[in-house]
């Protein structure tokens, strides 16, 4: 008969506790995203691995808008204008579009905010300033092209992103009107949602301190409603197709964090919402993932390599399991 003595006793007691503390971390620990992403203050886009290494990066300027495509190049813009696809593994440039001089726009004010590749191949582009989305093929030549309605028009301000839906409708994001518009192939307003201002007054500014309904990201989602990023409305909705609110994250509900111009939105398979986080300064994360019930499982926050206008990203993988690279599509 063999005897454990106190200590031994304690010893193995111990080690059950430490390897139960282990088991909880790892359980609550964050996942592991690789994402695309880029900030135009330190003038760079990037694709950084699930330990947070830069796979892949170049140099930009003005952005609102990237894409990993399927074929492993990379979709993104180089100006207001300037529209490139690159081949990463080569740093080539093997396709190039620019709005403010193709298609009849030399001379004109324009900006694109905007742009997406498409199933058939072809390169959707919001043209502000034209007010116009236009589907052009791999030589630049128009396809097709949609009027927008625009109330109050800028070049800077009629759109920020638009996503050429499943249905082959459009869902667009006016941030001057302060409204998503869904347009058919025609151009007819099919759906629309006003942003409110929830009763409270517009304040200048882009961070924290600011407030108003200027929409950046609209995704359509599987089950027909909306969601929505408000810009420096600092807040992520979700809406009905009757125009309801679903589901509401503020400007504070997230402990610690504070939400400033909410840019992009990615709802990933399990439900999350990665959420851009832009001129909220280096206190807060730049990056976001938060649950339906508004718990934080996720940030990005690395303002060594990334600035305070870090506007777009994208979760290309959470560990080691690819996500969905097409935004905006699920109905």
């Known amino acids: ?132 989305i236009i589907e052009v093929d791999s030589k630049g030549t128009i396809v097709s092209q949609v009027p927008l309605k625009v109330s109050q028009p800028h070049p800077h301000r009629d759109t920020r992103l638009v996503r050429k839906l499943t249905s082959g409708n459009y869902l667009v994001c006016h941030e001057g009107d302060a409204v998503v518009r869904e347009y058919d192939a025609k ?29 950046y990201c609209a995704l359509r989602l599987a089950n027909g409603n909306t969601l929505l990023s408000t810009g420096n409305g600092h807040s992520v909705l979700e809406v009905t197709p009757q125009g309801q609110v679903a589901w509401k994250l503020e400007q504070d509900e997230l402990p610690g964090i504070q939400l400033a111009w909410v840019t992009t939105l990615q709802q990933l398979p399990n439900g999350n919402v990665v959420i851009g986080n832009c001129h909220a300064e280096s206190q807060n994360p730049q990056v976001i993932e938060v649950t339906r019930d508004k718990k934080v499982v996720w ?17 290309l993988s959470t560990d080691g399991q690819a996500v969905d690279a097409v935004l905006g599509q699920d109905r």
């Open 299 to 315: 940030k990005f926050q690395d303002f060594a390599r990334f600035g305070n206008s870090l506007t777009n990203t994208q979760v």
């Open 187 to 215: 151009g007819a307003v099919v759906w629309q949602y006003e942003v409110p201002l929830f009763g409270k007054q517009p304040r200048g500014g882009h961070g924290v301190e600011a407030f108003g309904n200027q929409c």
């Open 1 to 132: 008969m063999r005897v454990f003595s106190r200590t031994s006793r304690y010893v193995a007691f111990l080690s059950c506790v430490i390897i139960a503390a282990l088991n909880s971390v790892s359980l609550a620990a964050e996942p592991k995203h690789r994402i695309l992403t880029a900030d135009a203050s330190k003038k760079i886009i990037a694709i950084l691995d699930e330990d947070g290494k830069v796979e892949w990066q170049s140099k930009t300027n003005d952005l609102h808008d990237l894409h990993l495509l399927p074929n492993g190049n990379i979709l993104f813009q180089t100006s207001w204008t300037q529209i490139v696809e690159v081949n990463p593994a080569t740093n080539e440039t093997v396709w190039q579009y620019d709005s403010g001089k193709q298609n009849g726009n030399e001379g004109k004010k324009v900006e694109v905010h905007a742009f997406q590749r498409l199933p058939s191949g072809l390169t959707m582009i919001a043209e502000s300033g034209p007010s116009r």
